[in-house]
């Protein structure tokens, strides 16, 4: 069983930077794929990065996020961190990390086994 907690959720003007970071234990973090999510109110949450298992050699982004967002894996730390740059209003949400034993770089939450309890980001305008 794997526990997620993320941080590093705020609020910031629009055009700020955030950087998320999820804390992993209870498995072997470098077995898991790793994604973030984020659900806005009102809507069906949304891939927004993820990161591949092992080394991470693998990345994919959602096109909103894409050049704005970097995800990345630190196994000795056990941590998955978003690096947030330019961030806009249509950003605010809460956001999620989760992880995925299949060890796909999945877009699709169906996919992944475990969550974390979600980080507020608020852009303000």
């Known amino acids: 069983q794997v526990q997620l907690v993320e941080s590093g959720g705020g609020l910031v003007q629009a055009g700020g930077s955030l950087r998320l970071s999820c804390a992993a234990s209870?498995?072997?973090?470098?077995?898991?794929?790793m994604g973030w999510f984020r659900q806005a109110p009102g809507k069906e949450r949304e891939f927004v990065a993820g990161?591949?298992?092992?080394?991470?050699?693998?990345?994919r982004y959602a096109d909103s996020v894409k050049g704005r967002c970097t995800v990345s894996r630190d196994n000795a730390k056990n941590t998955v961190y978003l690096q947030m740059n330019s961030l806009k209003p249509e950003d605010t949400a809460v956001y999620y990390c989760?992880?995925?034993?299949?060890?796909?770089?999945?877009?699709?939450?169906?996919?992944?086994?475990?969550w974390g309890q979600g980080t507020q980001v608020t852009v303000s305008s």
């Open positions: 209870g498995g072997t973090f470098s077995m898991y794929a």
């Open positions: 990161i591949s298992w092992g080394g991470g050699g693998n990345t």
């Open positions: 989760a992880a995925t034993v299949t060890r796909l770089l999945a877009v699709v939450p169906g996919a992944y086994d475990y």
